[in-house]
């Protein structure tokens, strides 16, 4: 485990290097297909990821039960699917139809297997639990994941939804071509000594409402047509936090005025990490807020690829909206 210094932060960091060839292979030893017999290759990657060495296992525990002051855990050099450089990125962003082999879904369910469990979405990628993040010709100006051109703008994964994700990972197949984009993030640890003290307790009232993510048929990106809600929540000196740069708006001039004090704030103290083949970033979704620089794609089938997991710690509280034996929430808006 090393922690390395990012202007007044410290971007938390696990590398390759300490990982040796036993470890490697329980990410590259093929198993289960997770599209076609999800729960085998997830209960499969769960026991694999007992094996892992002691020093990674207290680093995931360590994210897992204190978080950090940034919010997110780096894995840097892991193990990359084989010929991934003869595979395309999906130009859909829909699963791959060229990609056979699994390392990347096994690394994402290993190490997501230690902060809690595996879910997705109904709305999200057709319910995939494991979704491919990737330029798509056509939407370059939209708020999505899909988008390019434009900056993401910072938000906690799904703040309208009941059973939000605690934790979310990114992990990275390939980089855009220019080296550019960055994956940024703003933890609430380092904005919240920039609010006033009357900001603070106006953030912790329940006069804020979200809106609903484009990918959950919000196309038009309406503002605050989802629920209200309070921006900070729990511990007055350690708070978590709800908030969507784009889609959130207050329903006073006094919220408001708070509101634009934390995206001030979160302006202030963000940072961005470019993300490279074999890097996985584990975001604490409820204390830190994400983003993307925009950067250019140039279509050609080896854009910049993500595959993204979402991670919460406890089943049961979405058991209502999933069905028996399956991971996908299907809450409806």
Known sequence: ????????????????????????ALFLTPGADPYEATEEFLFDCEMRADELPRFL????????????????????????DPDLS???????????????????????AMI???LGHLVSYIQEK???LFQNLAPVKGTEKVQASSGSQVRLQFHRETVFHPYAPEYLLL???????????????????????????????????????TGIDYSFGNLQTVKGNGPILPVLYGNRHDPFLNYDEDLMTAITSE????????????AS??????????????????????????????????????????VVRDLGESAVDRQPGERVIRTTF
């Not at 525990?61 to 840097?76: A, K």
């Not at 919220?255 to 979160?266: G, I, M, N, Q």
């Not at 490279?276 to 050609?300: A, E, K, M, Q, W």
């Open 1 to 24: 485990m090393q922690t390395v210094k990012a202007a007044s932060h410290t971007l938390h960091l696990v590398d390759r290097y300490e990982l040796d060839k036993q470890t490697l």
């Open 86 to 108: 003869q595979i395309h990125t999906p130009g859909d962003a829909k699963r791959s139809t060229e990609k056979k082999t699994h390392v990347s879904e096994r690394c994402l």
């Open 269 to 310: 103290v963000y940072r961005g990490v470019k993300l490279n083949s074999g890097d996985l970033l584990c975001i604490d979704n409820r204390r830190t807020v994400h983003g993307r620089s925009s950067f250019v794609p140039r279509y050609d089938g080896f854009d910049r690829w993500l595959q993204r997991a979402f």
């Open 112 to 114: 997501g297997s230690r």
């Open 57 to 80: 296992r207290r680093a995931l525990l360590e994210f897992q039960v204190h978080s950090n002051p940034e919010g997110i855990l780096l894995l840097r050099g892991l193990p990359t």
């Open 255 to 266: 919220a408001e005025s708070a509101l634009e004090a934390l995206k001030d704030a979160v």
């Open 126 to 128: 057709n319910g995939d």
């Open 171 to 209: 992990y990275c197949l390939r980089p855009d071509h220019d080296r550019v984009a960055e994956t940024t993030y703003a933890s609430i640890s380092h904005a919240l000594p920039l609010l006033s003290e009357e900001h603070r307790e106006l953030l912790f009232q329940p006069l804020y409402r």
